[in-house]
């Protein structure tokens, strides 16, 4: 319900504030399903904060690392530590 009022203004961005934590592996994947199709059907950029690199690596295509509140690097999943482990994401484009 709250993606889809988050929707409802036909956002650019959508930001998503750790949208897994504490759910069950099956509920994580449907989550996760829906937001990849609001981002392919609908075009709409969408942000995760995390700290599951699970999640990042199943959905993200990119990878910000911040600490103490300032931004250290952003750079393609596939080319990081966490996108090259076995079972990496998509690094669609």
């Known amino acids: 319900m709250a993606i ?3 929707l409802a203004n036909r956002p650019a961005v959508l930001l998503c ?3 897994t934590s504490a759910l069950d ?3 994580t994947a449907d989550i996760l399903g829906v937001l ?3 981002n392919r ?3 709409v950029t ?3 904060v995390t700290h599951d690199m699970d999640v990042v690596r199943n959905i993200c295509t990119r990878v ?3 600490r103490d509140g300032q931004l250290l690097s952003t750079q393609r999943v596939a080319d990081t530590a966490v996108g090259s482990t076995a079972g990496a994401g ?3 484009e």
Request: zero cysteines; aromatic letters at 0%.
């Open 4 to 6: 889809a009022r988050a």
């Open 17 to 19: 504030d750790e949208p």
């Open 25 to 27: 592996p099956q509920t």
């Open 36 to 38: 990849r199709e609001i």
């Open 41 to 43: 059907e609908l075009g």
């Open 46 to 48: 969408i942000v995760i």
């Open 64 to 66: 910000s690392e911040m």
């Open 90 to 92: 998509e690094a669609d």
